[in-house]
Antibody, heavy 119, light 111 residues
Framework: QITLKESGPPLVKPTQTLTLTCTFS??????????VGWIRQPPGQALEWLALIFWDDDTRYGPSLKNRLTITKDASKNQVVLTMASVDPVDTGTYYC???????????WGQGTVVTVSS | QSALTQPASVSGSPGQSITISCTGTNSDVGASFDYVSWYQHHPGEGPKLLIY???HRPPGVSYRFSGSRSGNTASLTISGLQAEDEADYFCNSYTSSATFVFGTGTKVTVL
């Protein structure tokens, strides 16, 4: 059974760097083909795919935020970390991590962590 | 990379069928790979996978949910609409740039 759980600060000030952690179980990012992604949802808006990291450290980023995002993994700890630089109030929302299946869909998701960017 | 286009809302009475469209381009929804998926999202929960690879249902997902695609438009049909189907629905596609793009989302209301 695959589970994922997001964690991070509920409140971040504008211009600061946001760091979110996804802790997972039921699979290993040491295994070929595995990948974990981050997705966010601003209040009342659509889901937005942010980033993906593969078992071999290959990474992908959404075009609109790629200059502000870094995704890394610690496979030994079963964790994936997303950092977002220079946050702004428009970055407020719920952030999810998800397990990516080899056929490029997200089959398991965390419950999300709510982040508010405000001074 | 623009979000895939979905209707903002769709409604139906219990027992009816509804269809949600998801329109993209030939670089995502209409691409030769079949990497279109659909998700159901209830507030406060993580999204739930309903359909993958355009038309395949994961184990445990009701047969009432079905997917299809024609050209650059994918569709999700919910048959025998039930009160529990009231939720937000999002489509997603892998793209020719090796990224992912979600749809704008559709709120389904059961009348």
């Amino acid at each position: 059974q695959i589970t994922l759980k997001e964690s991070g600060p509920p409140l971040v000030k504008p211009t600061q760097t946001l760091t979110l952690t996804c802790t997972f179980s039921g699979f290993s990012l040491k295994s070929r083909g595995e990948a974990v992604g981050w997705i966010r949802q601003p209040p009342g808006q659509a889901l937005e795919w942010l980033a993906l990291i593969f078992w071999d450290d290959d990474t992908r980023y959404g075009p609109s935020l790629k200059n502000r995002l870094t995704i890394t993994k610690d496979a030994s700890k079963n964790q994936v970390v997303l950092t977002m630089a220079s946050v702004d109030p428009v970055d407020t929302g719920t952030y999810y991590c998800g397990h990516r299946d080899n056929l490029n869909y997200f089959d398991f998701w965390g419950q999300g962590t709510v982040v508010t960017v405000s001074s | 990379q623009s979000a895939l286009t979905q209707p903002a809302s769709v409604s139906g009475s219990p027992g009816q069928s509804i269809t949600i469209s998801c329109t993209g381009t030939n670089s995502d929804v209409g691409a030769s790979f079949d990497y279109v998926s659909w998700y159901q999202h209830h507030p406060g929960e993580g999204p739930k996978l309903l359909i993958y690879n355009v038309k395949h249902r994961p184990p445990g997902v009701s047969y009432r949910f079905s997917g299809s695609r024609s050209g650059n438009t994918a569709s999700l049909t919910i048959s025998g609409l039930q009160a529990e189907d009231e939720a937000d629905y999002f489509c997603n596609s892998y793209t020719s740039s090796a990224t992912f793009v979600f749809g704008t989302g559709t709120k389904v209301t059961v009348l």
